[in-house]
T-cell receptor
């Protein structure tokens, strides 16, 4: 079993929809969680960064962490075609420890 | 520089040859990481360097893989006697705090 599990998709939604992307993890030591967005043939870029359980909002994006169930979510409101990309979730225990990533979910927002 | 720079962006090599991939991190970033991304496999950790500490090599898949970081800045990932299964995108990232990495655009390695 991978430490971070993520449905690979693809997930297709119409423009304007609310998108929910989810991951589960198994390592109880994870304290920090992040979401990256990766466009085709580009490096991943950091979208959201959260510590421990709770919600964090940034514009149209909300990251949610539930440590009790080891569940990580990213919500995208009013999705746009420019949101079409692969979304990677990751977790790590702290300091400069390596981030363990899921395999990524490919999202397509249809105009 | 403004971002993490990786070179070459693409590399095609023959099976059995050695290759060197270069990463130039963001100035001042003390931590540097190498990951490998294969189709359907996600991001696989290879190695990381933090300041003057011994590198964490726990993700290197075999002794054909090695990496060094000179002067706390530029890093080179070397793959000896390349195999077809080494074909992947090799991503470098750097960081100066806990708030996530900045990735480069990667080197796409194809072993023929």
């Amino acid at each position: 079993q991978k430490e971070v599990e993520q449905d690979p998709g693809p997930l297709s939604v119409p423009e304007g929809a609310i998108v929910s992307l989810n991951c589960t993890y198994s390592n109880s030591a994870f304290q920090y969680f992040m979401w990256y967005r990766q466009y085709s043939r580009k490096g991943p870029e950091l979208l959201m960064y959260t510590y421990s359980s709770g919600n964090k909002e940034d514009g149209r994006f909300t990251a949610q962490v539930d440590k009790s169930s080891k569940y990580i979510s990213l919500f995208i409101r009013d999705s746009q075609p420019s949101d079409s990309a692969t979304y990677l979730c990751g977790g790590f225990s702290g300091g400069y420890q390596k981030v363990t990533f899921g395999t990524g979910t490919k999202l397509q927002v249809i105009p | 520089g403004a971002g993490v720079s990786q070179s070459p962006s693409n590399k095609v090599t023959e099976k059995g040859k050695d290759v060197e991939l270069r990463c130039d991190p963001i100035s001042g970033h003390t931590a540097l990481y190498w990951y490998r991304q294969s189709l359907g496999q996600g991001l696989e950790f290879l190695i990381y360097f933090q300041g003057n500490s011994a590198p964490d090599k726990s993700g290197l898949p075999s002794d054909r893989f090695s990496a060094e970081r000179t002067g706390g800045s530029v890093s080179t990932l070397t793959i000896q006697r390349t195999q077809q299964e080494d074909s992947a995108v090799y991503l470098c990232a750097s960081s100066w705090d806990r708030r996530g990495y900045t990735f480069g655009s990667g080197t796409r390695l194809t072993v023929v």
